[in-house]
């Protein structure tokens, strides 16, 4: 009875089509009824006509429906007990009809955060350029959709489509690498970490990474992705030429020598103009790199920030909402005549995470009401965790309530406070960074300046984020990660533009999901949606930003 509620409401059309079964019923009630009406007795007498008993059929009904509401109401409650929730399921929100086997055929596809999910009866993995074509040019002469998607790593799940997909992961090769003019020519499928480990026996390594290393390079070149350092472009701007499948024009090679304009257009086009099946990159010289972390303020920020654009290869600033700390952190080649800096740290890294550490023991007891005597059994050992999965076990207990994130971002400021100093490593390994767990993001790109003369944006940018948190009371977790870029020369890249001393700014908030309960889940992610309007509503024309493709959030996949 259930199921045929919902379908009702969900169609209102099906109520149409009751309404016109019903009406040749009710005719041919109201005929039988006439013609029964018309048959008179052949007598000469006329009968005492019989009251009408109204009041007792309307009492008669009225008794009917009373004890039909008795029944549900007494099978709910004795449904109710005979099967009550398990105390660890009280947050869990009630699925119906999960039970349903799935088809054999039937692909389920979600991506990393678990925050999109599609189920299709297509989902193509080609394994060479040959399978890739027939597969294009089957979904052509049926007149079916296909999307490519890489590795699921976007939060929105933008390669995510019930019509059909396809996968380039089998095709992950290394095809070829010419020292002399520091290219490679891959696959599509393959990942920027085999890509990496690829071509460093060679002396290369890519020009710029984003924060993690899992990505396909098909997908981190379509959506416009970037590393960080104003001198240094997003990298769809590393790519030479690249081999597209298209439906029409079947396999063609763009490079900005044949077509200019097809080629900028191709580089950042989510693959609306054909799956990208191979891409030839511009490399760089294997270096190591100096990574140094310190903590400043906003009013220090603002003397250096023109200094620190300027005169270092990489540099991004981690915000912490409701605190004025501000993390530097600066990324620049060894230099071959000093050497790596010679740094001795204040803490060691269990000094520096053993407040964090503690923060979670006092938590515990508050929100889960155990004492140091009976410790939870299931609960892992905390000495083995890091930073950033303490953080997702403290902000699953009580994910937005305002003044309990305020004193975990307190604690990660103190935490990144006592991590100051230096790292060294190769660019591959230094450039990186841990993210966290599963997590909603939204990162917007914005003008900055020039290099030369920076408009001072990207902070009031922040200054006006942070503010409006506060205003707004919204329980915004750290960090607010800040980062630059040179321009796009293409025309879809957030960053584009024909200025070649531009600079770009790009800013990204955050709420993770550090729990698998589904009501958690919801109520997270009501609150992210609200975050995410209020920045979009106040500050994105103000500032002349746009949303980063992978971050962007679409109202139906299809």
Not at 260 to 275: D, S
Not at 304 to 324: A, F, G, M, Q
Request: with cysteine.
């Amino acid at each position: 009875m259930l199921r045929a509620l919902i379908l009702k409401r969900s169609h209102p059309s099906s109520l149409h089509h009751h309404h016109l079964l019903l009406k040749p019923l009710t005719s041919s009630t109201s005929a039988t009824t006439s013609a029964t009406t018309s048959r008179r007795p052949f007598c000469t007498t006329t009968p005492t006509p019989t009251p009408t008993p109204i009041a007792s059929s309307t009492t008669s009904e009225l008794r009917k429906y009373l004890g039909y509401t008795a029944l549900v109401l007494f099978c709910g409650v004795a449904t109710y007990y005979s099967f009550p929730f398990p105390e660890n399921a009280k947050h869990k929100k009630a699925q119906f009809f999960r039970y349903a086997p799935l088809p054999d055929d039937l692909h389920t596809v979600s991506n990393w955060s678990g925050t999109h999910e599609v189920q299709t009866r297509v989902f193509h993995q080609p394994e060479n350029l040959q399978q890739l074509e027939n597969v294009v040019k089957e979904a052509h002469k049926a007149k079916t959709r296909i999307r490519p998607v890489g590795s699921g790593l976007s939060p929105n799940g933008i390669g995510l489509s019930r019509a059909g997909m396809v996968n380039l992961a089998l095709m992950d090769k290394v095809l070829e690498v010419d020292k002399g003019k520091k290219t490679v020519r891959v696959e599509a499928g393959i990942r920027v970490q085999q890509l990496v480990d690829g071509i460093k026996d060679s002396g290369l390594t890519l020009q710029n990474f984003a924060s993690i290393r899992e990505q396909q390079i098909g997908g981190i070149v379509q959506v416009g992705a970037h590393g960080t350092g104003a001198r240094l472009p997003p990298i769809d701007e590393q790519v030479i030429s690249m081999k597209l499948v298209t439906p029409a024009k079947g396999t063609i090679e763009v490079s900005k020598e044949k077509d200019p304009e097809l080629f900028y257009l191709a580089r950042c086009g989510l693959g609306a103009l054909g799956v990208v099946a191979e891409v030839t990159i511009q490399c760089v010289e294997r270096q190591e790199l100096v990574e140094h972390t310190t903590v400043s303020n906003v009013k220090e920020i603002k003397k250096n920030h023109k200094k620190l654009l300027s005169e270092n290869k990489h540099v991004k600033y981690l915000h912490i909402p409701y605190t004025d700390t501000v993390v530097v952190v600066t990324c620049n080649p060894v230099s071959k005549w000093r050497g790596p800096p010679k740094f001795t740290p204040k803490y060691s890294s269990d000094e520096a995470i053993q407040h964090v550490r503690d923060l979670y023991k006092e938590s515990l007891q508050k929100y889960r009401k155990i004492t140091t005597e009976s410790p939870e059994s299931n609960e892992p050992d905390i000495n083995e965790l890091s930073f950033t999965e303490l953080r997702d076990k403290l902000l699953a207990m009580d994910p937005l309530n305002k003044d309990y994130v305020i004193k975990i971002n307190q604690a990660e400021a103190e935490f990144w406070r006592k991590s100051e100093g230096y790292r060294v490593g190769w660019s591959d390994e230094i450039l990186g960074f841990d993210c966290g767990g599963q997590q909603w993001v939204s990162e917007t790109c914005f003008p900055a300046g020039t290099l030369a003369k920076p408009s001072m944006k990207d902070l009031e940018f922040i200054e006006d984020l942070k503010q409006l948190i506060e205003k707004q009371d919204i329980p915004a977790p750290a960090p607010i990660e800040q980062r630059w870029t040179a321009r796009s020369k293409s025309p879809m890249s957030p960053a584009s533009s024909s200025g070649e001393d531009d600079i770009f700014s790009w800013v990204g908030i955050i709420m993770y999901l550090p729990t698998m309960d589904a009501r958690q889940r919801k109520e997270i992610t009501e609150e992210f949606f609200h975050y995410r309007h209020l920045t979009q509503s106040r500050l994105w024309d103000r500032y002349s930003a746009y949303e980063h493709w992978a971050k962007i959030e679409v109202n139906k996949l299809h």
